[in-house]
């Protein structure tokens, strides 16, 4: 059996480590960050302290799963290819204002998949540093999957020849071009 070319192939769970800091603004009493991953961390019922300062607390707050697919391999090159290698982790505020607590929703090493949650803007995305171990799981998996797609330019139209469509009439513009004796 053969699988399919977007079939998930190699998925890793990492714990997401997110710093709550206090700010000094006028309507913010703190802001939070995603700040590291831990790979291959357990699950989490409860939020775990990791880790305290003057002006912070980090806390493991979930493990998402990162997922790895053949199709993407490019975005992936491109992300080892940065002098900094990433991990992009989506928090989401959360939608009620009596339930506080912000939730780790997302864990990827694409690029283009962290553009689309930035898009949006409605959610918090940082890269955080891609431990070397990730790294090497990430490379692996690029050496086995990867093939080079070459790029093939698109042939445009001749807009003489195109169809009139939805049998609307000609524009005195379009009318320079088209013959409408050559129309349906």
Known sequence: MTSAPSEIRK??????????RRIAHPWQEYKWLPVAVIPGAGPVDEWIEVG????????????????????????????????RPAVYVVLREPEDEDDPVIRAVFA??????????????????????????????????????????????????????EERIFGKELSPVEKRFFDPDKLN
């Open 108 to 161: 990827t090493v694409s690029p283009y998949e962290a553009q689309d949650y930035m898009d949006t803007g409605e959610d918090i995305v940082e890269a955080v540093t891609m431990p070397d171990d990730m790294i090497a799981w990430v490379q692996a998996f690029i050496d086995m999957h990867h093939e080079d797609i070459p790029f093939k330019k698109r042939k445009r139209k001749n807009f003489k020849e």
């Open 11 to 20: 998925s890793l769970p990492v714990g997401v480590i997110a710093e709550r």
């Open 52 to 83: 305290k300062g003057d002006n912070f607390v980090r806390y493991h707050i979930a493990t998402l799963a990162v997922e790895l697919f053949r199709v993407e391999t490019e975005a992936y090159k491109a992300n080892l290819s940065n002098p």
